[in-house]
């Protein structure tokens, strides 16, 4: 068994993809850090929690996502293999499951129709981080995508060479 320790950054400031609105330091009702569940993709159907929670906190202009992935487990393996592609980036969820996601993604499409929406770019107030979803695609457009930061085989931590280094530079910018 091996244990991966992966990172990955949304910014603050920048527009959501989906309807423009943006994060602020503000946003979190003025917490600064915290932990939630992790899954994947909350707006597919896929029910998967992984076994470990995710640490987050606000760091300069973005909130940074810690994760720890065992690759002991298929799904979390699976995530892994895409980690390692730099195909994924997070997104979090303001419902405590990605069923409860699903549901209010729906509800929202219902109010909404599929008619042409109009969005006005707005600060996003009072967001809580009730989950952290792997997804393919940045809903908030994000510098680089989620990529591990070290291993742990049973012989203690070891750092990817070079990424401590790629995490100082892309923090300063």
Not at 164 to 169: H, I, M, P, R
Request: include cysteine; glycine fraction near 10%; charged fraction near 20%.
């Amino acid at each position: 068994m091996t244990r991966y320790l992966v990172v990955g950054r949304v910014p603050l400031n920048r527009q959501r993809v989906s309807d423009g609105a943006y994060l602020t330091e503000d946003s979190f009702r003025g917490l600064k850090a915290g932990s939630a569940p992790v899954c994947r993709s909350h707006w597919r159907e896929d029910g998967y929690t992984c076994k470990h929670s995710a640490a987050w906190a606000l760091d300069g202009d973005g909130l940074t996502v810690v994760h720890l992935l065992d690759d002991e487990r298929p799904q979390e393996r699976a995530l892994l293999d895409e980690v390692r592609e730099g195909r994924l980036f997070w997104s979090y969820g303001q419902q405590g499951t990605p069923d409860a996601t699903r549901q209010a993604i729906a509800q929202q499409a219902a109010q909404h129709g599929q008619g042409g929406r109009v969005y006005w770019p707005s600060a996003l107030k009072s967001q809580t981080v009730a989950h952290w979803a792997y997804v393919p695609v940045a809903n908030f457009t994000q510098d680089a995508p989620i990529y591990i930061l070290g291993t742990d085989s049973g012989a203690g931590w070891r750092l990817e060479s070079g990424v401590l280094s790629q995490y100082e530079t892309w923090n300063r910018t």
